[in-house]
């Protein structure tokens, strides 16, 4: 069975562009979360999706926005662009909501010029 | 800022040595999850522990919950290169359900 995939896998945009990233779960699951990992430090929780709802937020601004789309895939926007949001974007995805293991996809490596 | 933390942030281990890491969490965890990051990978699940004081045991790695359900370690004994990688410790605080919160890892180097 294919697990999560992400595209792309990398991007590269300037400052005050606006990014779509993408992420297709593990077939059967219904619930997919996105995270932002800085180099050197752990995965930061920015949203997390069930069933087309959103069900958790962490401590982004408003520029970062996300939805799921009835067949669970998901997109993250972030607008307006800086240079500290370069990172590794990660798309996780779970049976359901709530405190179940998270697998991870590969990620999209986002560079801010 | 994180709120669950992880001591060493570095790791330099002779193969065959044992080491830990801990955990420990402001906040009273629902449970600890644990994934290994292998160098240019993506976090990778490895167990979940949910009852106060769980041990689970995977080959040569040893996880504990604490009592209080606010701390956790990971024992490896036997390092081998395999082991190679950033270790992560992962919680859910009982006020903030589905909020995965990671620790900023242990990064562990091995020594042939």
């Known amino acids: 069975d294919a697990g999560v995939t992400q595209s792309p896998t990398h991007l590269i945009k300037t400052r005050g562009q606006h990014v779509t990233l993408r992420c297709s779960p593990i077939?059967?699951?219904?619930?997919v979360s996105w995270y932002q990992q800085v180099l050197g430090q752990g995965p930061q929780f920015i949203f997390q999706y069930y069933e087309k709802e959103e069900r958790g937020r962490g401590n982004f601004p408003d520029r970062f926005s996300a939805r799921q789309f009835p067949n669970y895939s998901s997109e993250l926007n972030v607008n307006a662009l800086l240079l500290g949001d370069s990172a590794l974007y990660l798309c996780?995805?779970?049976?359901?909501?709530?405190?179940?293991?998270?697998?991870f996809g590969p990620g999209t490596r986002l560079t801010v010029l | 800022g994180q709120q669950v933390m992880q001591i060493p942030q570095y790791q330099h281990v002779q193969e065959g040595e044992d080491f830990t890491t801990y955990c420990n969490s402001s906040t009273t965890l629902s449970n600890i999850q644990w994934y290994k990051q292998r160098p240019g990978g993506h976090p990778v699940f490895l167990i979940q522990?949910?009852?106060?004081?769980e041990v689970k045991k995977q080959k040569r790695l040893t996880f504990q919950f604490g009592e209080a359900k606010k701390n956790s370690s990971l024992h490896i004994t036997a390092t081998q290169t395999t082991d190679v990688g950033t270790y992560f410790c992962?919680?859910?605080?009982?006020?903030?359900?589905?909020?995965?919160?990671f620790g900023a890892g242990t990064q562990v180097v091995v020594t042939p």
């Open positions: 996780a995805s779970s049976p359901e909501w709530g405190s179940d293991t998270q697998y």
């Open positions: 522990l949910v009852k106060s004081g």
């Open positions: 992962a919680g859910i605080p009982t006020d903030s359900w589905g909020k995965l919160q």
């Open positions: 077939s059967g699951h219904k619930s």
